[in-house]
């Protein structure tokens, strides 16, 4: 099973510091760092490119993943930097409506592939992953806006109990009494520094999990598998995905239309077989198609990974793919390698932290 080297601070940055007269490091005053925080998302909102007038059309594409109210039990398990509460997205969707002009991402795809005229400033709404909170919790605030929305699903876990694996793996750490100190995988991913018998904090768990995305997406399915049979777990009492009969209302208000994620959350990275990025990319299309009776034609790449190899794969079956990299689109942008501004609570509760992230400056 493939395992590469992930560097965490990658993924995380280091501690905010000052250099003091001696050249180490002084820590920074919380308040006076909130206060740099604030001044800079102030300037970011009220200044950045989101508010420059262009010639050239431009288009935002936002990334969401989860929709939870603040006290949902489902936040215990939550991955780090996924989740928006009804109320943001209701004040997002507020301020989007008035900067910008909603489209669909294919209908703009499509509109530029054919040369035809496209508003100066859009904005496309996504949700990576189809979680039934989207059908809960989204659903009808996207309906009291008339929000165009595009969602990823992972088309062969629609109406099963699947878990994605940070979720299945904060679930064990949550709820087993006893963890076996033995596991020489589970002692990796854990780290030096996790205590047993506490439960992790949201910082550790990222960590955590960044360490997990050493091994591919199976073998680490296949390792929660044998812990969760070894510990004699019970099953999830309730399921986070979407199932199709949800699918298929969302798709009938006219306001949703589904693209692919995979078949079963894949990374699409250097490491993965031709063989199975191809089934990932191509089934999950023909599976969708099949079951929604109408064309598939977004792909969004899991965790952002995207080969080479990958990207040639989608570009011959679909109009266009969204990655993680933050930045805003132009007509010269790769079409199957599409920016996004990713956005949560923690980042954009606000108007100004929300507006801040549309400029992509911090
Ligand atoms: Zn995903």
């Known amino acids: 099973m493939g395992r590469k080297k992930v560097n965490s601070q990658e993924h995380f940055g280091g501690p905010c510091h ?22 800079l998302e102030y300037i970011a909102a009220h200044f950045g490119p989101h508010r420059w007038p262009s010639k050239e059309p431009k288009l935002w594409v936002l990334m969401y993943h989860r929709v939870l109210p603040a006290d949902a039990p489902e936040m215990q398990d939550a991955e780090p930097g996924m989740v928006v509460t009804p109320e943001t997205l209701d004040l997002h969707l507020k301020l989007l409506s008035q900067w ?11 509109r530029s592939a054919a040369g035809e005229s496209l508003p100066k400033r859009a904005v496309a709404i996504t949700f990576d992953d189809g979680w039934v909170d989207n059908y809960q919790h ?20 629609i109406g099963t109990p699947q878990m994605f694996w940070p979720e299945r793996l904060a679930r064990i750490l949550r709820i087993a009494s006893q963890l076996p100190k033995d596991d020489a995988w589970l002692n990796t991913v854990l780290g030096a520094d996790f205590q047993h018998g506490k439960a992790p904090s949201r910082k550790q768990l990222a960590f955590i999990f960044a360490r997990c995305k050493q091994w591919d997406d199976l073998a680490i399915h296949t390792k929660l598998d044998d812990l969760s049979n070894r510990l004699q777990l019970p099953p999830p009492e309730t399921t986070t995905l979407l199932n199709w009969e949800q699918v298929h209302e969302m798709q009938a208000s006219g306001i949703i239309r589904f693209g692919s994620h995979t078949r079963r959350h894949i990374r699409l990275n250097e490491e993965l077989s031709a063989e199975l990025a191809h089934t990932e990319i191509c089934a999950s299309q023909s599976l969708l198609e ?40 132009d ?14 609570n923690d ?13 992509c400056w911090l």
């Open 100 to 110: 910008a002009e909603p489209v669909f991402l294919e209908d703009w795809l499509a």
């Open 18 to 39: 000052l250099l003091s007269p001696a050249n180490k490091p002084m820590p920074l005053n919380p308040l006076v760092k909130r206060h740099i925080k604030r001044s």
């Open 290 to 329: 099949q079951k929604l009776s109408r064309p598939v034609s977004l792909f969004c790449y899991p965790n952002g990974d995207h080969s080479p190899a990958a990207v040639q794969e989608v570009r011959e079956h679909y109009l266009g793919a969204v990655t993680t990299k933050r930045g805003i689109n």
């Open 138 to 157: 989204a659903f009808p605030v996207l309906k009291a806006h008339n929000f165009p929305t595009s969602i990823f699903l992972v088309s062969d876990w």
């Open 347 to 359: 980042v954009s509760s606000n108007a100004i932290s929300f507006m801040a992230k549309l400029s």
């Open 331 to 344: 007509l010269h942008t790769p079409p199957h390698q599409l920016f996004r501004v990713g956005v949560h």
